[in-house]
């Protein structure tokens, strides 16, 4: 990870506010724009403008894939934890080849591969300050399925990496449960526990999915329902589970925390389910159970410069090799966002939706 000087590391973790509207509004090139919030099917819209010369420092970046997070879209409907400036241009991460420097920039080189740090990703092209662009490592030729898994390393993975290392020291043969385990997060979990030799219980809310994530290397599959804590004790022989990790809320955060060993800790990073969730407080005090949230948001604002590299250093490295990834449900172009965000919403899926603006 030595390629990753300070200052492009930097912009990556001050990024996610959109730069303002690039360019005329005649020309080739399409980009997604937002000057309300609501529905994303409804309020986004696509733009063109033309392609724009390059001013001092500026590089100019074809944008390969870009995933929609789940956070893009509470962002666009106004539920976020942080309000977009609008208009605002949406799209927290992705990866692009570099078309163009102008002469300054001498840390980036023409054909390089590139994550996008200045946020904006939903879009063809980018122009932009070098601090917006992460240079990669030299991976040599790789092939479009790499380049669609580098597109979604600044989020989900590290959100994984994180939620296992900062709450509880966990040691090998211990045993985690998750709910959503089939979501981004979930798969880069199991993988990255299965790696530490730490057991999983991933949690899901409907049948077909226990092959991909077994495949993944989950250790037991449950469906969520009234008697979970019970399925959980059974499925672990009735094992002291240490960690649990929640973006779904409701009755299933509930259930998650009765299902906790004694000093286990609970970890909320969503509420998929819309739900309110409620508490057994005996078990809370008799269990001392911790009740922790994460956000990587703020994470990416307080951690250090060391800590931020040491995170990028163990998770792209991973994902270059195939061994750490997330699955791909369909890919749409710029043209396409209303579909896209609508794919993105729908339950059912079983993997991530990509923008993919260019050919890779």
């Known amino acids: 990870m030595k390629n990753f000087s300070t200052g492009t590391i930097l912009a990556l973790f001050i990024s996610s506010i959109g730069f303002a509207n690039a360019g005329d509004t005649q020309g080739n090139l399409k980009y997604v724009e937002y000057s309300q919030m609501g529905n994303p099917?409804?309020?986004?819209?696509?733009?063109?403008?033309?392609?724009?010369?390059?001013?001092?420092?500026?590089?100019?970046?074809?944008?390969?894939?870009?995933?929609?997070?789940?956070?893009?879209?509470?962002?666009?409907?106004?539920?976020?934890?942080?309000?977009?400036?609008l208009p605002s241009n949406p799209g927290s991460e992705g990866v692009g080849r570099v078309l163009e420097l102008s002469p300054e920039v001498k840390h980036l080189a023409v054909g390089q591969l590139v994550l996008l740090a200045s946020g904006s990703t939903w879009r063809e092209e980018i122009v932009a300050p070098a601090a917006g662009f992460l240079p990669l490592?030299?991976?040599?030729?790789?092939?479009?399925?790499?380049?669609?898994?580098?597109?979604?390393?600044?989020?989900?993975?590290?959100?994984?990496?994180?939620?296992?290392?900062?709450?509880?020291?966990?040691?090998?043969?211990?045993?985690?449960?998750?709910?959503?385990?089939?979501?981004?997060?979930?798969?880069?979990?199991?993988?990255?526990?299965?790696?530490?030799?730490?057991?999983t219980v991933n949690v899901v809310r409907r049948e077909g999915l226990a092959e991909d994530l077994m495949a993944k290397g989950a250790d037991v599959v449950l469906i969520d329902g009234p008697d979970l804590a019970a399925q959980i004790a059974q499925a672990t022989d009735n094992a002291a589970i240490a960690l649990a990790l929640d973006p779904v809320g409701g009755k299933t955060f509930t259930r998650l925390a009765d299902s906790l060993g004694y000093g286990g800790t609970l970890v909320t990073y969503g509420v998929l389910s819309g739900q309110p969730s409620s508490l057994n407080t005996g078990k809370i005090i008799f269990n001392d159970i911790s009740i922790r949230g994460f956000w990587l948001y703020k994470w990416y604002q307080t951690a250090d410069m060391k800590t931020k590299q040491a995170a990028f250093g163990q998770v792209i490295p991973l994902i270059a090799r195939g061994i750490l990834n997330a699955n791909v449900d369909s890919r749409f172009s710029v043209d396409q966002i209303k579909q896209a965000v609508t794919r993105a919403a729908e339950r059912g899926r079983n993997g991530k939706v990509l923008i993919v603006p260019n050919a890779l």
Request: no cysteine; proline share 6%; aromatic share 4%.
């Open 137 to 199: 490592p030299d991976l040599g030729p790789v092939g479009p399925e790499v380049i669609e898994q580098l597109a979604m390393s600044a989020v989900n993975p590290l959100t994984a990496l994180l939620m296992l290392n900062s709450f509880t020291d966990l040691e090998e043969g211990q045993w985690i449960v998750q709910s959503a385990a089939n979501s981004a997060v979930g798969g880069y979990v199991i993988q990255l526990a299965k790696q530490r030799g730490i057991k």
């Open 41 to 85: 099917p409804e309020v986004l819209e696509v733009k063109h403008h033309s392609s724009e010369a390059l001013k001092a420092g500026e590089v100019r970046v074809a944008v390969l894939a870009a995933p929609i997070n789940p956070s893009d879209l509470l962002q666009i409907s106004g539920n976020y934890g942080v309000d977009a400036v």
